[in-house]
Nanobody
Framework: QVQLVESGGGLVQPGASLRLSCTAS?????MGWFRQAPGKEREFVAA????????YDGDSVKGRVTISRDNAKNTALLQMNSLKPEDTAVYYC???????????????????WGQGTQVTVSS
C-alpha cells in the first residue's frame, strides 16, 4: 500500500503564490495533481514522470504552475503562481504507473491518492 502525504495548502490572496508538496512512501511511475471544487468534477492540474522528469500541465493552469520532483525524497512539488479565486479547491496528489503522455490527465490511471489539501484564494 502506497501512502501519500500532502502539505502546503492554505488561504492566499489573488495573485499570490503557493507551493504544494506530496511525499510518497513508494515511488511509482508518475505523480499527478488534481483538484476538485464543490459541485465540480475532479480536474487535472499537472503531472510528472518520476523516471524521465517529463512534465504535463492542465489547460486551466498552463503557464501558472510548475511541477518538479525530488527523487531522493520521493517528493513532488507543485508551484502555483498568480493564483485566482477560481483556483480554490481541494488539491489531491496521486501516483501510479506511467502509461504515457495521453494518460496522465486521467484520474483512473492513478492507483493511490492523498487525503487532499485545501487551497482557498480570496481577498
Amino acid at each position: 500500500q502506497v501512502q501519500l502525504v500532502e502539505s502546503g495548502g492554505g488561504l492566499v490572496q489573488p495573485g499570490a503564490s503557493l507551493r504544494l508538496s506530496c511525499t510518497a512512501s513508494v515511488r511509482a511511475g508518475a505523480m499527478g495533481w488534481f483538484r476538485q471544487a464543490p459541485g465540480k468534477e475532479r480536474e487535472f492540474v499537472a503531472a510528472i514522470s518520476w523516471t524521465s522528469g517529463n512534465t504535463y500541465d492542465g489547460d486551466s493552469v498552463k503557464g501558472r504552475v510548475t511541477i518538479s520532483r525530488d527523487n531522493a525524497k520521493n517528493t513532488a512539488l507543485l508551484q502555483m503562481n498568480s493564483l485566482k479565486p477560481e483556483d480554490t479547491a481541494v488539491y489531491y496528489c496521486a501516483t501510479g504507473a506511467y502509461y504515457g503522455p495521453s494518460s496522465v490527465s486521467n484520474p483512473r490511471r492513478y492507483d493511490y491518492w492523498g487525503q487532499g489539501t485545501q487551497v482557498t484564494v480570496s481577498s
